[in-house]
């Protein structure tokens, strides 16, 4: 008996198509990365990075070709990669790239382990995982040889058992504020750090794009960097936690652009989306209300952020647009 063969699900179609965008994208960034390292070691990280992605591009395209589906364009290395460019960022900035990029990787697969219906793409995205997961251990462990790993604060070890008894463990707003719970310090470090990451990125886009529109909407969003730096600052500082290390060295003087603009614009929305998807979670783990609502505040600054990047890529005619479903309605109206 002839088995009919399972379709892809629009959940296994969505998270197939972004997984090959983003590690099209950072093909593109760490064949950059590799040409311009200077530290041997640090070489060998990008390296193992690039073939670790292109790797997932090989199986994901036989996965296109096999469901029939039409395969993204994404970031082809020779469309967006200028090979003969000067160093722009720092090797410390390499290593903390790939550092970033391998713990978005782990959970999207994850998310896409769990939404996966197909036991062909849930063995798929395990084995992304898995690999994702080795090369964040190793890139980390290079990076505390270095000296370069920034730790989460340390606390005192909690040595009884207690419960909450008064409203006021939810306040913030006026008068004295509870300390900082762990889980709360650690997510305003972690969006410490990317921020500064994030800034930096911006920094040297600005320095090299010659679009003037773009070359605006980097220091624009450099600006908003800031601010959520300084926010956080404040709040670590009136808890005695000590914030995260500046990230402005890192930038080179180069004015000369290692990526198109186009993909430097897809790079800066990828943040901004990750910045969002970062304080969601942080507001659904925060139990004072003064931080529900500074995040509910990055969230405001990131999404109009995010979406005037977008609109300067459709005016470009830059956007691929993601799977979608038919629009019936304009179907119909096109039969009569």
Known sequence: METIPIRLTSAEIANVWHTYMYDSMVESVMTHFKQTAEDEEVKMMVEKTIQLVQKHLQALEKLFREEGMAKPDGFPVAKHVNMDAPKLFSDVFYLEYVNQMTQFKISSHMTSIVMASREDIHRLFAEFS??????????????????VHIRPPYMEYPKKVDYVEKQSFLTGWLGRRRPLLAVEAAYLVMNSINNEIAKSTLIGFAQVTKDPDIRNFFIRGQRVCSDIIISIFDVLQENDIPASMTWDTVVNDSTISPFSEQLMLFIVNTL????????????????????????????????????????????????????????????MKECN
């Open 130 to 147: 898995q690999e994702a997961i080795e090369l964040n251990a190793n890139v980390r462990t290079m990076m505390k040889e270095k000296g």
């Open 272 to 331: 901004s989306s990750l910045g969002i998807a970062m304080y969601g979670q942080a507001l659904a783990l925060t139990m004072r209300r003064d931080l529900a609502a500074l995040y509910a505040a990055f969230m405001a600054k990131a999404g109009a952020y995010a979406e005037d990047g977008v609109n300067l890529m459709i005016e470009r005619g830059w956007l691929e647009q993601p799977p979608h479903f038919l629009d019936r309605e304009r179907l």
